[in-house]
Each structure stands twice: as C-alpha cells, then as structure tokens.
C-alpha cells in the first residue's frame, strides 16, 4: 500500500514539474515576440518574473517530493517517539505542531527568497525584515491558538466516533465557511483599515452595492504599499451585508470609473451566487478528502513503523490532499474561468466596457503579469480566463491593429492608456 502511494505522489510531482518546464520553455520564448498590452520594456520584464517564479516552483516542487518520501519512509514514526506526552488529545495536538513546524522551517527559505530575493529584483518587494519577522510572529500565535483548537477538536473527534471522517469534514468545512467571513478581521492583525473618505468613489461603490442588493457594510481602504506594490480588492461576508476592501495600490493606479468596473466584477459574483458555488466545490472536495483518507488501511501504518493515531491521520489528510486537489483542480478551475466571464459582463454593464478594459489591462502591466501561458498551465491552474481572451470577449483584440481596436471601443480612457504604452 505504501508503494502504491509513493508511485501515485510520484506521478503527481512529475506532472507538476513537467508543466512547469514547458511553461518556463514557452514565456521564454513568448517574451521574445511582438508584445501584446504592454511596452516591450515590460513585456519583457513580466516574462522574466514569470520565469523567475517557475523556477523557484521547480525548485520548491522538488523539495517537497523528497519532505513527503522523508515523512512517510521515517518521518512519522521519528516525530512519534519525540512525542510522548499522557493524554491522546494533547499528543495528537503536539505532533501536528511538530509536523507543522518542520514543514514551515522547509519551507521558509523559498518564501524567503520569493519575498526578498525575486520580488526585490522586480520592484515589488517594499516589507523590511523586521516587518516579516513581525507578521511571522502574529501568524504563528494566530495558528497555535485557532490551529491548536481546531486540532484538538479533530483528534478528539477522531477518538470517539468511528465515522470520524464525516464529522471532521462537517467541522472543517464549518471552519472554512468562517475564515471566509472572518478573513478581514484575521487581516486587521497585519494591516490597516482606513474608511474611505466621503465623496463619489464611496456614493458610486454604495450605489452599485444596491443594484446588486447587497448593503454595505463599510468600504475601507488597506494599506497594502507598505508590504508590496501589487493591486487587489476584496469583499467580505457571505450574506447581504458586504464590507469592501481596496488596496491603497489599487486607488493610486486607478481611477474612479475603472475602481468602478473592478468592483461591478466583483459584484457580478455575489449576484451569480458564484460564492456559494465555490463553497459547494470546496465542500465536495473536502468531503472526498475526508472519505478516502478516512478509510486508509491500517496496513499503510504499520509499513510506514507507526500506529494510526488522531494526530497521524490528521497529518496524512494534510499531507495527501494536495495530490487529490491536483485530479479535481482542471474541473474546478474551468468553473471558475466560465464565472469569471460572466462576472466581466456583469461589470462592463454596471461600470462601462472601456472602462473594465482600462482597469484589466493596468493591473496586467502594474502586477507585472506576463499575459500569455502555456496551454497546460491555464488547463489545470488558470481560475481566471487568460487576459486576453477575457479582452476578446469583451470586445478588444489585442493583436488587431490600432485602427481596428479604435473602431471596437470609445475612444475615452482605454485608448488613452494604449497611446501612453504603445511602441
């Protein structure tokens, strides 16, 4: 039985690794050619970040491999006998901490060097060392207070039903529900949240709120410069009321109608119920995760010199669902992507075509996104539809000429934003 899953963690290393050389092969020679959406200063520079961050997938997906061999060969049964302590909940609670905190200490140097080594070089990188050492502070204490009670509650679960795995999925996918709506509380440890001032953003954003019928529930302004320079938004809650999030990033580079758009997007998720259905597609995965490593032989155990004790189906649950996530993650990911496009018509109704165009086409070039990607990447990975097709669908063909672009769309703010780029 251990063969068998360190054949099948095999195969699914290799395919990762594969995807990412042909990726690493095509951006480079993508980036060669005639640039599409951006200078050819940029267009080059977003292709070598693209590369720099595969490389370091390869390296980090290589790594990973020989953790996983380490822990099912020899390392459970090494952590095991450090950890002897009376009572099985708290055992169970001090080996996964354990597991836990090697798998961190692994894999620190490659966030390390993504964070102060490869988005220094681009210009994205602005958090100091002492402000990492601060946010690994807090999100430590963070998981040892809410991990350890969600451990707890899971090895306890695990020692006294037999049908553990419908009970643990029922608790973590309850878990899962309330990090989403908690998600800006947990931020507010690590960031700033400034109400947005009185005026037309906040008038238009409320406006469209209500077309969507949602209330608002607060539009807040997050001070996301001073860790790097990337632009994002985010709503938060699962009912009616929504708190709105704007990255300070995202209000410096865009304007007023463009913020708009973004948010219309957004917007065109919670009217489609795409929220939920990301839920429900969680929610099946875990349920699969939990049935099938829930009912493991206990031959898998004893070859690998340990007893399947609570904390070490925990661990094996975490260690294994990678490997599951990767055969359901093409499904998922062509769900999301046909969400995606319903949700970009969504915005260009509520906020202008041109202008959800603008605002697409600035964040591509402001978070450095190299726009083209190998045909396997956008199958298994791509959650969005690959920027230029969702351009095409919404009217703006990047490879036509300026001519013909100029006849799809006004010429107001996009065309502006192409004149400014163009070689």
Known sequence: MLEIII??????????????????????????????????????????????????????????????????????SWLSSFVQVDGNILQAVLFLFGFMA????????FELYQKFKIDEDFHFNKMTPKMFVVDSIKSSLLFLL????????????IINFESWWLWGFITIFIVAILANVLMPTFMAMFNKFTPIEDGELKDEISKLM?????????????????????????????????????????????????LLAVIGHELGHFTHGDIWKNISLMGLLLFIAFYIFGHLPDRLFLEMGITPSAGVQIAMLMLLLPLLSFVFTPFMSAVSRHNEYAADEYGSAMGGKENLVSALMK???ENKSFPKSHPLVIFFYYTHPPVLERLKELGFDANNTKEERESELPKDGIFAFMDKDDN
Do not use: C, H
């Open 210 to 258: 209500q077309q969507a019928g949602l209330k608002n529930d607060g539009i807040f302004i997050m001070d996301a410069s001073k860790r790097d320079g990337k632009l994002n938004a985010f709503f938060g809650g699962l009912g009616k009321s929504k708190r709105v999030v704007l990255f300070d990033t995202l209000i410096e580079k865009l304007n007023t109608k463009e």
């Open 146 to 157: 809410i991990g350890g009670a969600i451990f707890a509650v899971l090895s306890w679960i």
């Open 7 to 76: 054949i099948l963690y095999s195969i699914y290393t290799f395919m990762k690794i594969y995807i990412g050389v042909m990726q690493i092969g095509y951006i480079n020679q993508e980036k060669r050619k005639k640039p599409v959406l951006m200078q050819e200063g940029k267009y080059m520079v977003a292709g070598n970040y693209a590369v720099a961050n595969e490389k370091l997938e390869l390296v980090s997906n290589f790594v990973d491999y020989l953790v996983f061999i380490w822990w099912v060969t020899s390392g459970f």
């Open 102 to 109: 090697i798998n961190y200490i692994i894999g620190l140097p």
């Open 363 to 365: 964040l591509v070039t």
